[in-house]
Structures are given as C-alpha cells and as structure tokens.
C-alpha cells in the first residue's frame, strides 16, 4: 500500500521476544474487577504510537539499545506486573472476570526493521493528511485470547514493539485491553519504563522513583450505587471471545491528520464563546477544542435536511480527586466517568455553533463533575449501556487521550518524541487530544475521515481559526 504518492512500508520482523518481570522479585497476583473496569470489557484495544529522530544503525540498535529496552522493560514490569498477566473470564460468565498474574506470563515484545526510505519515516511524523492503514503495521497486537486450562479464557491486556528506521528513527508501538487500566494508568507505565530506560538505568530495580510506583487497593473504588451488578447483568450475556479484537482491520477508505492550535487560537476561541455566551462557566481549554472540533466536523458533512438530527458529543473525565473518599493518582485501573450532551445540527452549524457546542461539552463536564447531588460522579451510570447501544456513530464524537499525558516528554534516552498517533481512532472515530510537541501551552488534534470529508474539515478548521484575528 502507498501512502499519498510516497514508498510503501516495508517491514521485516528481526525477532519477537516475550519479556517477562523478574520472577524472583514479582510475586503473582490477582485483582477483581471494579464496576470501572467491567464497563470495558469489550471495547476495542487503545493503540499508541510514539516516532522518535534518532538516528542509529542496525548494529547499534541491536546490541546496545535493545537490551537496555529489554532489561528495563523487565524491570518495570516487576512493578507493573498485572500487564504481564491476563484477563480471566469464565467460559459461562458465571463469576466476575479477574486480573491474573502467574509467574511464566509474560509482555510480547516484537521487534521490527523498516526497509523503507527514510522519506517515509517523515511522511508519517507529518501533520499532513496521510493514509491510516500505513500506521498499521507499526502497531503490535495482542495475542488472541485462548483456553485457561478449561476453566476460563485467558485474554492478553498488552502487546509493545518496537520498531527501528535505520539510521533515521525508532517507533515505539503500544497496545493495551482497556480493561486493564486507564490512560492515566498506562502512560505511567510508560513514564516507569521511560525512567529506567534513559541512561541505562533498567539494571537496577530499586532505581524507580515512588512517582512512579502504581496502587492496586481496589477497595478505594466504592460501587455505592450497584453499578457494578447493572454493568455485569448487561455484559455477562457477551462471550469474550466474540468481542476480542486483538488486531487493527484493514482500513482503505480513510486518512489521519494532526490539527494544532496555539495558545493565541485557544485564547481567542474562549474569548468568542464567552463573547457570545457570558453566562457560562466552564470554558476550558479542553471545552473549546473539543467544541470548535466538533462545531467543523458537523459542518464538514452538513446537509440542509439533517438539521433536526441530534449530535452526540461524549468524553471520559479522571474521577480519581473527586471520589469520597479521593483515590490515590496512582491507583492502576480504570477510574473514569462519561459527560456526554447533545445538540441539534441546526444549532452547531448557526453563527453561534461554537458558543452552542461549548455550552453542550462544558455542561456535561460540569454536571458530571462538580454536581453535589447524592451519586456524585457516576450520576446517570445505570443508564450508560442503554445510551451508548443506541447511538449513532455516524453523528456521534468522542474524545480520545489527554494533554494531561505528555508522551513526547518521555525519554528512553533518545531525546523527547516526533510525533504522537492514537491508530485506534481509525476504528472509534474519536479524535486525540496531546500537547503540541513544539509549543507550550498548544494542543494537537488527531481526527481520522473518509478523504474527502477530511478535505472539506481542513478548510473550514483553517478558515475558522484564520478568522479569529479579522
């Protein structure tokens, strides 16, 4: 497959390596489930990608880089060992599923060479449009869930690779089950192997800061409502093994790109909401992008006879601070609630539809978040599944990723990152939101579309943003 006139990638895979944490040092484990996990349970896999410019040779990466990655991945993995275990589930779904660590259970880690020019190396850290399907092969999967034993199925919850341009960069490819953990708890994962990595720390386990050091106690998540038996009685009815995507699909139809917005740009959206709409009170940096993305992609395929049409915005927020009592920032597992809203076409393609599309993403943001009603955070929670089973996708956004998560910040010693993808947008249709690499202060939008809708949303996202200094 080309990608946009430029060389296929061409990928050779030079060894596969299951890494395992010191089994002398990591004593096995298994966690429960939480209502927060179980809402996960089928979802599809999260795909990271982060590119590095760092020049080195076959020779080198080889045999002095790789087994610094090697050890130190070991050696975070002591740590963070329910990531080198599986997900248990029930052949019947009789009881909850679990998380299990064993000793023998272990991380693949696939490593790989392109072939291809280094041309094609900085087509792919572009923020141009560019093919989705062309990432795929940088993105490892996860092993297909088997038999344990006849007594349950045993799913992977992360597959890593990593994959070397020979003498122009390196790609680091990750892929996690969702019901793992969260993207708060999967980027400190990283930073721990970023840590050790750097300098050549990874042969020494006790190296690791206690900022980095995850908190398992899954007593700190109260289920006051129930939810968890609602979420369970809907899910237990679904067999893992129908639902186990272990691999991106081949998509041929759709490109990605990266949109930025500076700190100026973010300054000035918020000023044209609160302009138009002084009354309302929660117009963040994430409430403006998430709502000027929104208020294009609408616009983007409008059609005068779908103004009645309902859109759908939704997004996951950290409960962790906002729980009774609060959770560790470092607790490992999934600790997140949904805001979601609508909005009429009518309204977000108006002269107004940024203000109304703030109004809707802030809203929710605020109602789910700072509400002093009695069931706090998980408000609306025994809803959920009925909600999101009757969407629309074709008029639905979500949000994927955090600026909160500076993944070009971590250094395996290679410096800080090129570029930042989340493949898994192809298949979700959310947007990503990082921080700009560059810029402080700025934001980077990751979108993927059809070609020729994605033609049409780069005008208007340009214009929008050009018009803000008229």
Known sequence: MTMGGSQPLDLTVLDQIPVAPPPESTPELTLPLTFLDILWLHMSPVHRLIFYQHPVSTTHFLH??????QTSLSQTLR??????????????NSVLPEIRYAHGDTVPLLIAESKSSGDVFDHLVSDGVRSC?????????????????????????LALQVTLFPDVGICIGVTN?????????????MEAWAFLSSSGRGVDQNALPSRFLPFYDRTAIQDRKGLGKIFWDYLKNIKIKDTHVHRLPSIADKVRGTFRVSPDQIKRLKNQVLTRRP???????????????????????????????DEFFGCVADCRARLDPPVPENYFGNCLTACYGYAKVRELVSEGGLAAAAAVV???IRRQLYNEEKDGVFKGGEDWFSLFTKLNPDRALGVAGSPKFDYYGLDFGWGKGKKFEMPS??????????????VEGGLEVGLALPVTQMHTFSK?????LEALYD
Do not use: K, Q
């Open 64 to 69: 002095t880089l790789l087994p610094i990655l």
């Open 79 to 92: 740590h963070y060992s329910p990531l080198a275990g599986r997900l248990m589930v029930s052949p019947d």
């Open 133 to 157: 399907s062309v990432f795929h092969p940088l993105v490892p999967s996860l092993p297909p869930a088997s038999d344990g034993g006849g007594s349950a199925v045993s799913v992977p919850v």
């Open 177 to 189: 089950h969702h019901v793992i953990g969260d993207g708060s708890s999967i980027f400190r994962f």
């Open 279 to 309: 009354d309302l009170v929660h117009v963040s940096t994430f409430t403006v992008i998430c709502s000027y993305v929104w208020n294009c992609l609408v616009r983007s395929r409008h059609a005068e006879n779908e103004d009645e049409e």
């Open 362 to 364: 802030g809203g929710s």
């Open 425 to 438: 947008i192809d298949i979700t249709g959310a947007i990503s939101l990082s921080g700009d690499r560059d």
């Open 460 to 464: 208007i996202f340009a214009a929008g």
